[in-house]
Nanobody
Framework: QVQLVESGGGQVQAGGSLRLSCTAS????????MAWFRQAPGKEREFVGG????????LYTDSVKGRFTISRDNAKNTVYLQMNSLKPEDTAVYYC?????????????????WGQGTQVTVSS
């Protein structure tokens, strides 16, 4: 069993930055991917990006490339989502999740453990 706890959400104006954190209760070195998803009101949960826990390689959805960066701190069992140049359309509840499936799967059904979510609101 893995527990994921997110923090760092909040409200920011367009063009601003936020950093989200996701801390795992156990060392997840056996898990391939730690990913961030988001869900806006009335929309499906969508893949934002992910990081290979062991190698550190990353993958992002097109809409956040060049603006968002995912990193990890193995010693702290923590993954970060640095969000820069935020836009109102980035407003959503952001979730971290983990899976043993490699190659950054985008389907939510492949992720076994999820955090509780943290709200990010970007005002224009």
């Amino acid at each position: 069993q893995v527990q994921l706890v997110e923090s760092g959400g909040g409200q920011v104006q367009a063009g601003g930055s936020l950093r989200l954190s996701c801390t795992a209760s156990t060392h997840t070195f056996t898990r391939y991917t730690m990913a961030w998803f988001r869900q806006a009101p009335g929309k499906e949960r969508e893949f934002v990006g992910g990081i290979n826990w062991n190698e550190g390689s990353t993958l992002y959805t097109d809409s956040v490339k060049g603006r968002f960066t995912i990193s990890r701190d193995n010693a702290k069992n923590t993954v970060y989502l640095q969000m820069n140049s935020l836009k109102p359309e980035d407003t959503a509840v952001y979730y971290c999740a983990t899976t043993e499936v490699p190659n950054f799967p985008r389907s939510i059904v492949l992720y076994e453990f999820w955090g509780q979510g943290t709200q990010v609101t970007v005002s224009s």
